[in-house]
């Protein structure tokens, strides 16, 4: 890739940083019923309280010099305190992080080779009852809500089949066990989330791969690898599939909001120990700085992502690189 | 067209069915949806006084799942209303006017078509307070990214067309030409895309609510789950609290899917079978 493209990607990447930032700042500061506002309004603080917050959140200075404070605190990893944990978000925040990102990750590669070869056959055999089969599936599981096919299955698994556990990330009695029997615990806890989430995913990714696969069979290019004489095997693998891939890369990149937002869902069913399951709590608790705290990592992760995505997409499709 | 999709027809009797259930409302169900039961009700098995059962608080779960698809149409259709019309706003103006226009109004478009939407609407709706107007805001205020993108797409199509210059060249303000000859070429196309919004705002509805953000004066379909779930039904076997709520979600979503993919196929040609 030439700099000059990296450093556009770059600009985006970071206007569209930027833009939650002021988003952020603006549901915090500007909207009816702030909690800044809102503290400030309570007839029960003495005036020296109420001059310290104001202080504290320079709500007597212009907006444009609020939003600089605000810039400054974050640069420096200050998200405020959470209402309900009395510690720094940063760090509430910090320590869940990755059981959401273990899970995002798994169930997204879970998906994505279980969505492309769904979609490869599906293609290959069109209007077999396999094809039937996965639109129907990608249907239903796209109209059905996330948290919902999660609690079917701690339904079936708890009152049924006691094959796997239906909440947390790791068994209290293991807690001091050696690292190996902690690792084989966690990923025996993951299986369920992971499932639910991969199934959800999993429709979309089937249903694009199909779609793109049709549309490059009937291709020239594709005559022109059968007129050469190429088994089926070769043209798919060679000519179809490697073209098929490029809107699967963008359909990846473009759900990937929706992924962690699934994720987020899971968690809450699952008591998984990550964001979703701490953003349940901080709901509950209407704990502002931490929701606005899981909003703003939530995005930047997603913004991340979908730059790493865009640096790649020249590997995946040479029409770019050129 | 649309008569000879079955998926299509099927999809609209799913949707009749649905709203025949919402306008008949309290007709149906003999049980006040609200009315807390006696400690010998609570979370009894479907029979024939209760025939889905009762919740954890004693009240008929069947009452409620009525009372519930009033709500989840009222905040699915209205809040698909402010979606539309901010998405067709944004598309519209970002595509006729172009130029710096353009390239603000669809950085924002990104911004908001890239973030992840759920905890957005739940810093929003836990600031805004429950309620089921701020519900429906909320939901409208997120979602339209998608119809910018699309409606923004048609109108430069449809600006390339002789007859649009033809009303510049007769010195038509700019207003009158989106409204006159604009809005109606992109129209069907927001329809298309209206149902399928639809489907999403029903479904983000039903999320906010499970997670305890929904309107507590008017039940919904998502807020049942939240008490089943609260109330460790899923744990205990009361089917009857899990299932029913959560398949007219299903039902209801699927209905407006089947509509949209139908016209989706009628009026986008590329999509017909090759």
């Not at chain 1, 429709?203 to 089926?232: F, H, P, Q, W």
């Not at chain 2, 805004?128 to 205020?141: A, T």
């Not at chain 2, 699309?150 to 989106?178: C, N, P």
Request: hydrophobic share 55%.
């Amino acid at each position: 890739m030439k700099r000059g493209e990296f450093l556009k990607k770059i600009a985006q990447a970071g206007l569209t940083v930027l833009g939650v930032l002021i988003i952020n700042f603006f549901l915090f500061r500007v909207m009816p019923g702030d909690p800044a506002t809102m503290l400030v309004r309570n007839p029960k603080l003495s005036p020296e309280a109420v001059q310290r917050i104001t202080a504290m959140f320079g709500l007597d200075k212009p907006l444009i010099e609020q939003f600089g404070m605000y810039l400054r605190d974050l640069a420096t990893g200050d998200m405020g305190d959470s209402f309900i944990f009395k510690q720094p978000v940063i760090l509430i925040i910090g320590e869940r992080i990755l059981a959401t990102l273990l899970l995002a990750l798994v169930a997204e590669l879970l998906a994505i080779a279980a969505g492309m070869l769904i979609g490869i056959f599906a293609a290959w055999k069109r209007g077999s009852r396999l094809d039937v089969i996965s639109l129907g599936f990608t249907l239903v599981t796209y109209s059905m809500p996330t948290f919902w096919l999660g609690i079917l299955l701690v339904a079936f698994f708890a009152g049924f089949l006691h094959v796997f556990p239906v909440s947390g990330m790791i068994s209290p009695s293991l807690v001091f066990a050696g690292s190996l029997a902690k690792l084989g615990d966690v990923l025996h806890h993951l299986f369920l989330p992971t499932l639910t989430l991969a199934l959800v995913l999993v429709g979309e990714y089937a249903l694009v791969m199909r779609n793109s696969m049709i549309d490059v069979l009937t291709e020239d290019y594709i005559v022109t690898a059968r007129a050469k004489g190429l088994s089926e095997k070769d043209i798919l693998r060679r000519h179809a599939v490697p073209n098929a891939m490029i809107p699967m890369t963008t359909i990846i990149a473009m759900s990937l909001g929706f992924t962690i937002t699934g994720a987020l869902q899971v968690e809450t069913v699952f008591s998984w120990p990550g964001l979703g399951r701490l953003m349940y709590e901080a709901l509950k608790g209407r704990d502002y700085p931490l929701l606005q705290g899981i909003f703003l990592i939530t995005s930047v992760c997603v913004v991340a992502a979908n730059f790493i995505a865009d640096i790649l997409y020249p590997y995946i499709d040479p029409r770019v690189r050129a | 067209m649309f008569r000879a999709s079955r998926l299509g027809m099927a999809g609209l009797v799913i949707m009749a069915a649905f709203i025949a259930v919402a306008l008949l409302g309290p007709l149906l169900a003999p049980y006040d949806p609200l009315a807390f039961g006696k400690a010998q009700d609570v979370l009894n098995a479907p029979s024939a006084a209760h025939l889905l059962g009762t919740d954890d608080m004693g009240r008929d779960v069947a009452a409620a799942l009525v009372a519930g698809s009033r709500v989840s149409l009222l905040v699915g259709l209205m809040s698909t209303l402010i979606s539309m019309v901010v998405g067709s706003l944004v598309g519209i103006l970002a595509g006729y006017f172009g130029r710096a226009t353009d390239t603000i109004l669809m950085r924002t478009t990104d911004i908001f078509l890239v973030l992840p939407w759920l905890p957005l609407m739940l810093v929003l709706a836990a600031l805004l307070g429950p309620s089921v107007w701020n519900i429906i805001l909320v939901i409208g205020l997120t979602g339209w990214a998608g119809t910018a993108r699309l409606v923004r797409a048609q109108t430069l199509a449809i600006k390339e067309r002789q007859f649009m210059e033809r009303a510049r060249a007769i010195g038509s303000s700019d207003a009158h030409i989106i409204a006159h000859h604009l809005l109606p070429n992109v129209f069907p196309l927001i329809f298309a895309n209206t149902i399928l919004v639809t489907a999403v705002s029903i479904l983000s509805e039903t999320t906010l609510s499970f997670l305890g953000m929904g309107d507590s004066t008017r039940p919904s379909w998502g807020m049942m789950l939240h008490f089943a779930f609260e109330s460790g039904a899923a744990s205990t076997g009361a089917y009857w609290f899990i299932l029913p709520p959560g398949l007219c979600v299903l039902a209801l979503v699927l209905g407006f899917t089947f509509m949209g993919y139908a016209f989706d196929e009628i009026l986008n040609p590329k999509l017909r079978r090759r």
